[in-house]
């Protein structure tokens, strides 16, 4: 695997190294040992599916809070989507700022999403599809998330008019959490 660190810190884009043949290709998808050595998480709890019947909707912006801080890796495996992290780590310093990238089933990259960011993505097809490796487990009294349109990130998303849950309208705004 090649790990890219993105310009937050902890983040990274991640390229397969492919053995290629007549066949097509083998490559490790995720490795303890080398994500060790990157200093990142390695006991994955669980894994999730995220299927998206509809060009332009969006999921976004989640993440889980201490004790249950949650890193995720995150590859999308049919389609393409938008997809964006912010770091929420007070202290940070890139903390509110944003970063995306575009990942698609047919580039087979990931995004290693690191605990204290938010994230979310936004399908650039009809019935795309995005696997999560997830390393905390599922905590609902540990859920939060901001709002895709706050103005405090400033999120330029690629399509206009976003399919969004009633959840993630619900969301206050940061710049009002921060009162």
Request: charged share 20%; net charge negative.
């Amino acid at each position: 695997m090649i790990f890219t660190p993105l310009p937050l810190a902890g983040a990274y884009l991640i390229d397969l190294q492919r053995i290629e043949d007549e066949r097509g290709f083998f490559a490790r998808s995720f490795c303890q040992k080398e994500f060790t050595v990157q200093g990142l998480r390695t006991n994955v709890a669980q894994c999730n599916i995220s299927y998206n019947a509809k060009k332009g909707t969006l999921r976004g912006m989640h993440f889980q809070i201490p004790p249950k801080a949650e890193a995720k890796l995150v590859r999308c495996t049919r389609g393409s989507i938008y997809d964006v992290i912010i770091d929420m780590r007070p202290g940070s310093p890139t903390y509110c700022r944003w970063e995306s990238v575009e990942l698609s089933g047919a580039d087979h990259q990931s995004l290693y999403i690191p605990e204290g960011f938010a994230h979310g993505f936004q399908t650039l097809v009809d019935n795309a599809e995005v696997f999560y490796q997830m390393f905390e487990f599922y905590s609902p009294d540990h859920v939060s998330g901001v709002r895709w349109d706050d103005p405090a990130f400033g999120i330029s998303w690629p399509l206009p008019d976003p399919i969004v849950s009633d959840r993630d309208r619900s969301y206050t705004l940061y710049s009002v959490k921060q009162a």
